[in-house]
């Protein structure tokens, strides 16, 4: 990658393998809204507009000393190109591949990808957007004229199931202030999930209400960045039934989260 500083903008030039718009909108982040070909994202209380030109990301009016936290966000230091030459091995994911080449797994705040994914329970994406949305305006801090940053545990700590109302998230209210309760107690640690075991940390966050194997997973793949995951939704279930009826193949070992990403998005968009 190479970094120039143009009119108040950061160019990030030589980026392999990335698709933006593929990336923010195949389901696993929700905070991500585009117009005109430019991308307006929050993550923590950070906001940011970028868009994408093949190989040449622009940041607008981002501060030089924030570049680093999205490159990490963005995982763009990763060898994506490796990855998908081994997973492409297979023939139905070198079909995905192909098809939405550029995809790659966003590494999210632990918190917001945990409450962002009990949220996604049993629900679609445009009312988890909605939800979000709702739960940031709220309780979040304002951070610019159109946006809020996601509100912190510490944030949420005082709240009840009634205080969430507002949000319209149901069922999954008393979920969140579950999560925030046992957190707060340290019954679930963030922190402590970082150091263990794939196993072991599923089990840690399956302590909370409404967290089950496929909410854990999510939050582990997309916040902790634990790539050995692989959450299963319909769609992954069907992709399971059809083609890999046996099991997965041998070359997805070590990058399943990133080859669930692929499989997940290519056969929830085709038509049959």
Same mark, same amino acid.
């Given at each position: 990658m190479k970094v120039d500083f143009v009119d108040g903008n950061i160019i990030v030039t030589d980026v392999e393998c990335f698709s933006l718009a593929l990336s923010l909108d195949c389901g696993q982040a929700f905070r991500w809204r585009q117009n005109a070909g430019v991308w307006r994202g929050v993550v923590k209380d950070k906001e940011l507009f970028v868009s994408q030109e093949k190989e040449k990301l622009i940041f607008y009016n981002l501060k030089k000393d924030d570049l680093p936290f999205w490159i990490k966000y963005f995982d763009l230091e990763r060898d994506y190109r490796g990855i998908l030459d081994t997973l492409m091995c297979d023939e139905s +994911?070198?079909?995905?591949?192909?098809?939405?080449?550029?995809?790659?797994?966003?590494?999210?705040?632990?918190w917001e990808a945990l409450c962002?994914?009990?949220?996604?329970?049993?629900?679609?994406?445009?009312r988890i957007k909605g939800i979000i949305e709702r739960l940031c305006r709220l309780f979040g801090n304002r951070i610019s004229e159109e946006a809020w940053a996601f509100p912190t545990v510490k944030q949420l700590s005082h709240l009840s199931p009634e205080d969430l109302a507002p949000i319209r998230a149901g069922f999954r209210s008393k979920y969140i202030v579950d999560a925030v309760q046992k957190i707060n107690k340290e019954e679930v640690? +963030?922190?402590r999930i970082k150091g263990l075991a794939y196993e072991d940390a599923k089990l840690e966050l399956m302590k909370i209400k409404g967290v089950g194997e496929k909410v854990a997973d999510c939050a582990l793949l997309y916040g902790f960045n634990y790539l050995e995951t692989f959450p299963k939704d319909v769609w992954v279930k069907r992709v399971l039934s059809e083609l890999y009826p046996e099991g997965l193949p041998e070359c997805v070992n070590g990058y399943k989260g990133i080859a669930q990403q692929y499989l997940f998005h290519w056969r929830r968009n085709r038509t049959n």
């Amino acid at each position: 990658m190479k970094v120039d500083f143009v009119d108040g903008n950061i160019i990030v030039t030589d980026v392999e393998c990335f698709s933006l718009a593929l990336s923010l909108d195949c389901g696993q982040a929700f905070r991500w809204r585009q117009n005109a070909g430019v991308w307006r994202g929050v993550v923590k209380d950070k906001e940011l507009f970028v868009s994408q030109e093949k190989e040449k990301l622009i940041f607008y009016n981002l501060k030089k000393d924030d570049l680093p936290f999205w490159i990490k966000y963005f995982d763009l230091e990763r060898d994506y190109r490796g990855i998908l030459d081994t997973l492409m091995c297979d023939e139905s +994911l070198n079909t995905a591949c192909r098809e939405y080449y550029g995809i790659r797994i966003l590494r999210q705040e632990p918190w917001e990808a945990l409450c962002s994914f009990i949220i996604s329970s049993n629900n679609n994406i445009p009312r988890i957007k909605g939800i979000i949305e709702r739960l940031c305006r709220l309780f979040g801090n304002r951070i610019s004229e159109e946006a809020w940053a996601f509100p912190t545990v510490k944030q949420l700590s005082h709240l009840s199931p009634e205080d969430l109302a507002p949000i319209r998230a149901g069922f999954r209210s008393k979920y969140i202030v579950d999560a925030v309760q046992k957190i707060n107690k340290e019954e679930v640690s +963030l922190e402590r999930i970082k150091g263990l075991a794939y196993e072991d940390a599923k089990l840690e966050l399956m302590k909370i209400k409404g967290v089950g194997e496929k909410v854990a997973d999510c939050a582990l793949l997309y916040g902790f960045n634990y790539l050995e995951t692989f959450p299963k939704d319909v769609w992954v279930k069907r992709v399971l039934s059809e083609l890999y009826p046996e099991g997965l193949p041998e070359c997805v070992n070590g990058y399943k989260g990133i080859a669930q990403q692929y499989l997940f998005h290519w056969r929830r968009n085709r038509t049959n």
